[in-house]
């Protein structure tokens, strides 16, 4: 079967802000102020989706930032992206992911029929947080199928309370599972990491340069403790073909 992946970046904090610390993710005070100043001037495009234009759906990445249509919803004023299912992925599967980098997004997602009529919304619970691994960044993601009848996603945030504020795990502990360290109290050492290997995707060898790129990009990120980053880079650089980037990566980190 078809299957339709999808990520989503945001340029404004939907729903508070994301931060770093050395504790569980969890929900706290926070002066979302950009948030609120942004959703509260924002003009309302309309009231339902029947005048809404709609982009074609594909897998990929979609962006919700300041220059998004903002809507009223049940949840509250939340800017939105709005698109058509193609004929290919009627029925899919659908994989969708709220990255979190200095904003956080807890997604929901109201699917439509051919009428531009609700079918039905998923809520946070249907996209829960995901810490960050060597090949994927700290999210908030999940999986459904589309019904035979839906036609149409909108893509939204649950804004009912914007003092939010989401602690992520702190670099050094990101660092330690990106390594794969083995327990506090042995010797450090670095152990094959192949539960969350992704297949690479080589598009044709790699021109030196790009390496040079990937390999002061990953080596800055490192140096500047932004080891999500850094992850992100290495997953990037493999899919191209730089078969070389973990290692640069674990050796900037030891070298920390």
């Not at 009231?47 to 979609?62: A, K, V």
């Not at 051919?114 to 691994?133: G, H, I, K």
């Not at 050492?189 to 060898?205: A, D």
Request: some cysteine; overall charge positive; proline content about 5%.
């Amino acid at each position: 079967m078809t299957k339709l992946r999808l990520t989503i970046l945001t340029a404004i904090a939907l729903s508070g802000c994301a931060s770093q610390g050395s504790v569980d993710p969890q929900l706290g005070a926070d002066n979302s102020l950009e948030a609120k100043q942004h959703l509260s001037m924002a003009p309302i495009c309309c009231t339902d989706f029947s005048s809404i234009t709609m982009q074609r759906l594909h897998n990929g990445t979609l962006t919700i930032n300041a220059a998004s249509q903002v809507m009223q919803f049940p949840s509250g004023r939340s800017a939105f992206y709005a698109g058509t299912i193609p004929a290919e992925f009627y029925g899919a599967d659908v994989t969708a992911a709220s990255i979190v980098a200095g904003s956080a997004m807890p997604m929901q997602i109201l699917l439509l029929d051919a009428q531009r009529n609700p079918t039905r919304t998923l809520d946070e619970s249907a996209f829960p947080y995901t810490e960050a691994t060597l090949f994927s960044s700290n999210r908030f993601s999940g999986k459904f199928r589309l019904l035979p009848n839906e036609r149409f996603m909108v893509v939204y945030a649950n804004t009912a309370d914007l003092q939010r504020k989401l602690t992520l795990p702190h670099p050094e502990k990101l660092k330690a599972r990106a390594m794969n360290l083995v327990p506090a109290g042995e010797a450090p050492q670095i152990r094959p990491n192949t539960s969350n290997v992704v297949p690479r995707q080589q598009t044709g060898l790699i021109s030196t340069q790009t390496q040079q790129y990937y390999q002061q990009a990953i080596q800055q990120a490192v140096k500047n403790n932004q080891i999500e980053q850094a992850m992100q880079l290495v997953a990037e650089a493999e899919r191209l073909g730089f078969n070389d980037a973990r290692t640069v990566f674990v050796e900037a980190v030891k070298q920390k």
